[in-house]
């Protein structure tokens, strides 16, 4: 395979700011196919608006996206819908329509962008529930679930297309540990059984021990480091340091 074809996201230059103010600055980065990439920073660095210009949900003022070749920041929506059949998103609320149940969730996707049989359909929802382990939950309503449950169902409906790529908006905020292990653990089976590719904005230190192939920091809008997990935790730098502590606190 030609070393080209095996990145999936490419970013070159990527400026955006708002009312004036630089939130990223020139960033630049590869995603290889396979790969989980986890993106740590601060509140307000960066990390959702790197994934919202990836999907071509923002524009910048400066720089390209490439995903599977494809430059999404200049290309007509008709061709970026049809790489968006491609991405699952899993938001940082599961982002669930309340009014629907379970499985009319699930069914969203597929009935709006596909053309599958209503056979065909329940199978896959069948499918994508089985991952996450949560099959008995078909016909209930989001009020119904905790707030684990959501995510899961959340997840399951965004691999329920089998996308190639998937990015994730802190996947694990507001779980308590035991299920932000499970859910991180998820993200691991999914990469293995699919060969998805992940883009994983987190600030949770187990989470992206899990998950992570490669990490890479975002500090004052650019990328300031970059390398495996343990080469983040274990650097001497004095901001990684009391960035990592809380959470090596926690872990103890």
């Keep these: 395979m030609d070393m080209a074809d095996n990145i999936i996201v490419k970013v070159e230059n990527l400026s955006k700011g708002f009312d ?25 660095t960066g990390k959702s608006v790197l994934l919202k210009c990836i999907i071509g949900l923002m ?14 920041l ?26 629907m149940s379970v499985r009319q969730n699930l ?7 596909f053309n599958y049989s209503q056979k065909e359909i329940d199978s896959k929802i ?30 399951a409906r965004s691999i329920i297309t089998e ?14 540990p035991i299920t932000s292990k499970e859910i991180s653990e998820l993200i691991i089976n999914l990469q293995n059984q699919f060969r998805m590719t992940s883009i994983v904005v987190t600030h949770d230190l187990m989470c992206a021990k899990i998950i992570a192939d490669r990490a890479i920091f975002l500090k004052e809008g ?27 606190v926690k872990e103890s």
Aim: proline share 5%.
């Design 20 to 44: 004036g103010f630089p939130v990223l600055d020139d960033v630049s980065l590869s995603v290889n196919k396979g790969e989980n990439l986890v993106v740590f920073g601060k509140s307000g």
């Design 107 to 113: 069914e969203f996707p597929l009935k709006r962008h």
């Design 163 to 176: 996308p190639q790529l998937m990015l994730y908006d802190e996947p694990t905020t507001g779980l308590d």
């Design 74 to 99: 200049n290309i007509p929506l008709k061709e970026l819908n049809e790489i968006r059949k491609n991405i699952g998103f899993l938001f940082q609320g599961a982002a669930l329509y309340d009014s």
């Design 222 to 248: 650019k990328v300031a480091y970059e390398g495996s997990i343990d080469s983040l935790t274990g650097s001497k730098d004095k901001f990684l340091i009391n960035f990592f502590s809380y959470d090596l």
């Design 59 to 72: 524009k910048p003022e400066e720089g390209r996206v490439f995903v599977h070749g494809a430059d999404v």
């Design 126 to 155: 069948h499918r994508a529930l089985e991952v996450v382990s949560l099959t008995e939950a078909v016909d209930k309503m989001p009020s119904e679930l905790s707030g684990g449950m959501k995510k899961r169902i959340g997840l």
